[in-house]
Nanobody, 119 residues
């Protein structure tokens, strides 16, 4: 069993900051690329940022310069600064995991954490 758990969401005023955490645990051989997605009401789920095992990061144009990723073993942090009302969404973590049962790569999703930015 592999679990992916996000935390750190909440309500913040425009211009404020939040730090989201994504913890992957369970029967893990390795955690590969971890990505954050977000989904606003009535919209599709979009990629926000990703980080590889070598800490190579990639960001959506809409968050470049405001969001930053870091990771420490199986925990990935998404630091969000300069938040805008348009950042309001449920944020999901997706982890590429090689588990110790199949020793093959699977993608696991967390349950999501709500981020609300008020104007």
């Amino acid at each position: 069993q592999v679990q992916v758990v996000e935390s750190g969401g909440g309500l913040v005023q425009a211009g404020g900051s939040l730090r989201l955490s994504c913890v992957t645990s369970g029967s893990i051989f390795s955690v590969n690329t971890v990505a954050w997605y977000r989904q606003a009401p009535g919209k599709q789920r979009d990629l926000v940022a990703s980080i590889t095992t070598r800490h190579v990061t990639n960001y959506a144009d809409s968050v470049k310069g405001r969001f930053s990723l870091s990771r420490n073993k199986n925990t990935v942090y998404l630091q969000m600064n300069g938040l805008k009302p348009s950042d309001t969404a449920v944020y999901f973590c997706n982890a590429g995991v090689i588990d110790t049962t199949t020793y093959s790569l699977h993608a696991y999703w967390g349950q999501g954490t709500q981020v609300t930015v008020s104007s």
